[in-house]
């Protein structure tokens, strides 16, 4: 039996009898205001903006600047998830239990 952990929840997704969902965030910092920017010169300027930062600077740039992440979601995460992308609090208390 293959396995998983809920990212959200921490419930075990059975891979074999449950659908297991990915959530893949990408977050990039974007220079200029065009997207004809193709993707070398949006890396080329990064670097040249970045040389001329010290390393500390650097480091928190470039972390700023692009972040990927991946997570598992069950099913039932993935539905809450998908009603909320962003994370915005709606002011309502969240619900997190299971239903
Ligand atoms: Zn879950």
């Known amino acids: 039996m ?5 990212d959200r929840c921490k419930k075990t997704i059975d891979a074999t009898n ?5 959530v893949s965030i990408e977050v990039q ?3 200029g205001t065009d997207e004809t920017i193709v993707e070398n010169e949006h890396l080329e300027h990064l670097t040249e903006v970045l040389d001329e930062l010290d390393s ?8 700023q600047a692009y972040e990927k992440r991946s997570f598992d979601l069950c099913d039932s ?14 002011g309502a208390a969240l ?5």
């Open 2 to 6: 293959i396995t998983f952990t809920c």
């Open 95 to 99: 619900d997190f239990s299971d239903n």
């Open 29 to 31: 910092a974007a220079f």
């Open 56 to 63: 500390d600077e650097q480091e928190e740039i470039s972390h």
């Open 18 to 22: 449950e659908i297991r969902f990915v």
């Open 77 to 90: 995460c993935r539905e809450q998830y998908g009603r909320n992308l962003l994370g915005v609090e709606t």
